[in-house]
């Protein structure tokens, strides 16, 4: 049965995937009006810090405002939900104890909101779909060993560059194709110094979060994603921050491919990026075979061999969430997520001269960014984790450019987050 007709069907028996959302930004508001237009699923209760962004999202949504209970109290709120109404509230940890909701979508991009929101999701025995990447990065690995005991489903998603990307390798590698390199796009030029203040008129103008502008611009985001595609597959950066070519759907098999071969890549088994291909991904993948070699180029496949290249021209963020979502609750199904010890790391550079004492603010923030690089060398070099940053103090200087250690800083020995990363080393 398609997953189309499985919602269907469920929908019939009178059942409805209860959605639980942390975070209704841009991403946010969008999944939200994406499950109302579809069968068998909606969100059933929205926490977001600020008052009154919640029912502003139902009303985006379309949901009847006499439909929708506002309360910060779980018996209340569980029944709401029996009634059949939606809930509304300022307080994320609510959401993990309303007992007939399925599964926590979390996309606020706080790294330690993000492990918080995980973390008391899969105590509460409930599926997390995780948007937020910045937090599976430094924890992913440890969440799903958690979800996998407690026998719930943690997930990225569908339609974030690694859960797209992660379908086409997926494709390939189910084959017998040897992938050699999987990636994306990147939707911005690459500016190292941007920041909330460089971004906010063009920010505005696309109703955006200027420190998410700022994210993407500096690089951040996309480091943050092939670091968990490639914990995923056990792929790493070929070199630290990846090389990020100027490239064209046409030209990607003849670039990201072996130097030996004609390309840019040291290795095989890498995660990269090119600038002239957003928002699509693709992997380049090979096969020494000759009756595979004719076929792939008897169906136009792009690359002349013997590399070929997959591409897909577009992902649609929160607007594929909720097929992660329907997969999860219905199937058991993961989109993509790291079984596997990881294998890459995103560290924390300076995005300006730092002092002694200064306080490291938020991602696409003042004073950072992300760049990945291999997990053993991370852990060589004692280099700090870009999602451990936020709120630490510096005891050193850092110039501008150098990397950020742990011995240079004061973690904030409250984060959730650091708990949990600590639990993750020490399976390392």
Sequence with gaps: MTLYNELIEYERAGNCIKVGLVGSGQMGEGLVCQMESMHGMKAYAIADVVPGRAIQVYQSA?????????????????????????????????????????????????????????????????????????????????????????????????????????????FAASLGFEVVCAGKGKNNPLNRASNPDTTAEKARAQMMNPKMLASFEDGTKTMVEMTSLGNAIGFVPDIRGMHGPEVTHKTLSNVFIPKKDGGILNKSGVVEYGLGVAPGVFVIFTTDHPKLARDLKYLKVSGDGPYWALFRPYHLTSLETPISIARAVLKGETTVATDIPPVAETITVAKKDLRAGDVIDGLGGFSVYGMIERADVARQENLLPLGLAPGSRLRNDIPLGAPVTYADVELDDSLTILHLRRLQDQQL
Excluded: C, W
């Design 62 to 170: 379309e949901v009847p405002l006499e439909q929708v209970v506002e309360t910060d109290d779980v018996g209340l709120a569980a029944q709401a939900l029996s009634e059949g109404k939606r809930v509304a509230t300022t307080q994320s940890s609510l959401l993990a104890k309303i007992p007939n909701l399925d599964i926590i979508v979390e996309a606020t991009g706080v790294p330690e909101v993000g492990a918080r929101v995980a973390l008391d999701a899969i105590l509460g025995r409930k599926h997390v779909l995780q948007m937020n990447v910045e937090t599976d990065a430094t924890v992913g690995y440890y969440l799903r060993q958690m979800a996998n005991a407690a026998k719930v489903v943690y997930t990225l998603t569908a339609g974030d560059e690694p859960g797209t990307t992660m379908e086409l390798f997926d």
